[in-house]
């Protein structure tokens, strides 16, 4: 082959200008995509094929210029007769133009994407979801000698957090969070930085002829100064009024105010029965054991405080909490938990009118109900009263799945990571939440960041297969769930992971453990439904996601957004059943 004279002949049909001007084409169309795909949602595979389909052009773009030119009449076959100087400096003066054009474009898409991502950026983090100071309130320290006294270190440090929710201009860390440093040794410097606080109250008390004395300690731990130190003392059959007193010192110390003015000030607290204070604190901390309680261990508490003091707020809101907490292990069905937590939420707003945390439960109990419509008004006022109420911005971001929302969805999930950064469970929603979008590429990212952390972390793990049974890595899901270890045989994940990857026999084996754990107690049809789709068992897995409605099943979102039932979502009963809940 003669390369001299393949050049020449290459150059002289503008092969290479056309290749070139093709490029830039192409580089402004994948800039484009890059750019305004993602702003409505769509998934990542879209920008990756336009790759694929742009490549594959690109060769009989190469073949089509080899055979055709510009030519004063337009484009024609290459002949012999226009190879004259006059038409190779047209040609080329016109691929020019469009070289040089495409690439001005696409340096203008370019600056233009970034603008608008840093623009959206600023948005999602800065103001929604990055306040100005984030608060984490430590258990305080019993200094009486006394085991009596001891439910004062989380039950004082509680009462203080939950009078924090009203406040606007800051973040206040979740006790599900901060309560995992009690009796620790780690500096407020090492906590301070797990928790991502910038503010820390640390405190003391002892107890002694039923006064309460309470030394505390308001830290600026980016400044690395005291702002505050106060001693407090009161009766301990007042200890409400000392938990108010604590809030007042920390609103002065930091300036800011509540939503509904300048905090309460010294307006006493309703008189509070000590024991039901104690057994509300008990329940509380029952209910943030993750060793794995079952509800009637932490149901007792509140029961028995509500007996004592029939007034008492907080233990209804206990109750209530409870039922939810349930949901969310999946040890309940959510008609169940609703019909037994509207009572006491009920009751609740009966003492307490215009609380922001009892409207956010309300809020709950209606999303339990599939009654979004109703649900919205209530997580709305639970925003505006109570904008550090953690399960409110988790909850609502469900009800905003089956709206539309995802993108106010995503953001009360960050808002909720921020509130509670160190519960699994908040972790998971986060995660979910970007699979649900189809970001995948995110959602990697955030589990990955989990896992470096803790390459033991279960949750994490799991979700992990999850992400990979998403992308289609069936192997590599199955070797990820491995080191897990435990529940192999008994989580419908790893059951459709089996299937997928030819063991059927022990894919059955799960669903057979499960369908038996089912007849027990509460497990959520929506999971049935996706292990179901793994082994080709479609006219079953409708009939168990007829089983979710009935169930107003909070797993149910699994089934809409996830590939992995994609099988049946052709299917007019699936239809029909999204459709009769995206109209709620």
């Known amino acids: 082959m003669d390369l001299k004279r393949l050049y020449r002949e290459l150059v002289r049909r503008n092969v290479f200008r056309a290749v070139l001007a093709y490029l830039a084409v192409a580089w402004v169309l994948i800039e484009a995509a890059s750019t305004i795909l993602p702003t409505f949602g769509a998934p990542e595979y879209l920008i990756r094929g336009l790759i694929y389909l742009l490549a594959i052009g690109l060769v009989f773009w190469t073949g089509f210029s080899w055979v055709y030119d510009l030519t004063p009449e337009g484009i024609r076959k290459t002949p012999e007769s226009y190879d004259t100087p006059e038409t190779r400096q047209l040609n080329s003066r016109r691929l020019n133009a469009v070289i040089v054009g495409s690439i001005i474009m696409a340096v203008l898409v370019l600056i233009a994407g970034s603008f608008w ?271 550090n109420f953690t399960l409110a911005y988790q909850w609502y971001s469900f009800v905003l799945y089956f709206k539309g929302d995802f993108e106010r969805a995503e953001e009360f999930q960050r808002k909720a990571a921020l509130l509670d950064p160190l519960d699994a469970m908040t972790d998971i929603f986060l995660a979910i939440n970007y699979i649900f979008q189809r970001k995948l590429s995110l959602a990697e990212e955030f589990i990955d960041s989990k896992l470096t952390l803790n390459p033991n972390h279960m949750e994490m793990l799991w979700l992990k297969s999850v992400l990979l049974v998403e992308k289609g890595l069936y192997e590599e899901a199955y070797e990820t769930l491995l080191k897990r ?51 080709g068992q479609y006219d079953q897995a409708l009939d168990q996601l007829e089983e979710a409605f009935l169930a107003h099943d909070q797993w149910i979102g699994w089934v809409a957004y996830m590939s992995m039932a994609d099988p049946i979502k052709d299917d007019p009963r699936y239809t029909s059943l999204m459709d009769s809940l995206t109209k709620q």
């Not at 010192?249 to 930091?254: A, H, I, N």
Request: net charge negative.
């Open 117 to 387: 991502a840093g623009s959206k950026w600023s948005s999602q983090n800065g103001e929604a979801i990055a306040p100005d100071l984030r608060i984490a309130v430590l258990p305080f320290d019993d200094r009486s000698d006394n085991a009596e006294f001891g439910y004062l270190k989380e039950g004082l440090a509680e009462d203080v957090i939950s009078k924090l929710f009203g406040f606007s201009g800051v973040s206040v860390i979740s006790s599900r969070s901060t309560f995992r440093f009690k009796d620790s040794d780690k500096s407020i410097e090492q906590i301070s930085r797990e928790l991502g606080a910038d503010i820390v109250l640390i405190g003391n008390y002892t107890v002694a002829n039923q006064k309460v004395n309470v030394k505390i300690e308001v830290i600026d731990t980016e400044e690395d100064q005291i702002l505050n130190y106060a001693s407090i003392v009161g009766d301990l059959g007042h200890i409400r009024d000392i938990s108010s007193e604590i809030g007042n010192k920390l609103r002065q110390s930091l300036d800011i105010a509540s939503i509904d003015g300048e905090g309460k000030g010294g307006i006493p607290e309703p008189e509070v029965n000590i024991e039901a204070f104690k057994l509300n604190a008990l329940g509380k901390s029952a209910m943030r054991d993750h060793t794995g309680q079952k509800l009637e261990d932490i149901t007792k508490y509140f029961e028995a405080a509500i007996e004592l003091d029939p007034d008492y707020v907080d233990p209804y809101i206990g109750m209530a909490e409870a039922y939810i907490f349930d949901v969310n292990r999946g040890y309940i069905s959510p008609t169940e938990a609703a019909r037994k937590a509207r009572s006491y939420a009920l009751m609740a707003e009966k003492l307490n009118p215009g609380s922001g945390e009892v409207s956010g439960l309300l809020g709950i109990i209606h999303s339990f109900d599939y009654d979004f419509t109703k649900a919205i008004p209530y997580f709305e006022k639970s925003l505006e009263k109570s904008p």
């Open 485 to 535: 270890k435990e529940f192999l045989d008994t989580n419908f994940i790893s059951g459709f992971v089996f299937a997928k990857i030819g063991r059927e026999d022990r894919a059955k084996t799960v669903l057979r453990n499960i369908l038996a754990r089912a007849e027990k107690r509460y497990v959520p049809p929506s999971q049935i439904v996706i292990l179901l789709c793994g082994l």
